[in-house]
């Protein structure tokens, strides 16, 4: 169960995260279909899960599912452009598929993306201005192989 925080703690070490209800935007791409990969079964119910967290926790919100990859790779260009980065304190996505060896998330059509060259670059200090100087967290819950 997510409570509603009582105080805000302040300290050097701690990342301010300024006032207002909106801490940040969160983006859940949720690939549990493929075309000849196995159903991740289960798999919303991991995102039902986030989706309440994330919220609870002053966060808007936004879930993709099975995309491809052309559409992961647009969704992900749109959301390191999304002009709502500006007011919002802190950047989370959250990608939930299969996966390969090397770092490589499997798209709905069986095809893999690249976390560092397609996903991670997308968010640096150069192509996302937007979230320079703020905290951008990545979660991947995919396998690396067989294994």
Same mark, same amino acid.
């Given at each position: &169960?997510?409570?509603?925080? @009582? ?6 070490? %701690?990342? *301010?995260?300024?006032? /207002? ?5 969160? !983006?859940? %791409? ?19 899960? +986030? &989706? @309440? !967290? $994330?919220?609870?926790?002053? $966060? +808007?919100?936004?879930? &993709? ?10 969704? +992900? ?6 002009? /709502?980065?500006?007011?919002?304190? =802190?950047?989370? !996505?959250?990608? +939930?598929?299969?996966?390969?060896? /090397?770092? &490589? ?11 560092? =060259?397609? %996903? ?8 996302? *201005?937007?979230?320079?100087?703020? *905290?951008? =967290? $990545? !979660?991947?819950?995919?396998?690396? /192989?067989?294994?």
């Amino acid at each position: &169960k997510v409570e509603h925080a @009582t105080k805000v703690i302040k300290d050097k070490n %701690i990342y *301010p995260i300024g006032p /207002g209800v909106l801490r940040g935007q969160v !983006l859940i %791409i949720n690939n549990e279909n493929f075309q000849q990969l196995a159903t991740r079964t289960g798999s919303q119910v991991d995102v039902a899960n +986030l &989706k @309440t !967290l $994330f919220t609870k926790l002053g $966060f +808007l919100v936004d879930v &993709k599912e099975n995309l491809t990859k052309r559409e992961t790779l647009e969704v +992900l260009m749109d959301f390191s452009q999304n002009k /709502g980065h500006i007011t919002g304190h =802190v950047m989370i !996505l959250v990608v +939930l598929s299969h996966g390969e060896k /090397g770092g &490589k998330i499997i798209t709905h059509d069986d095809k893999n993306v690249d976390i560092n =060259v397609d %996903i991670l670059r997308n968010f640096n200090n150069e192509n996302c *201005p937007y979230l320079r100087g703020k *905290p951008k =967290v $990545f !979660l991947f819950q995919a396998c690396q /192989g067989d294994e």
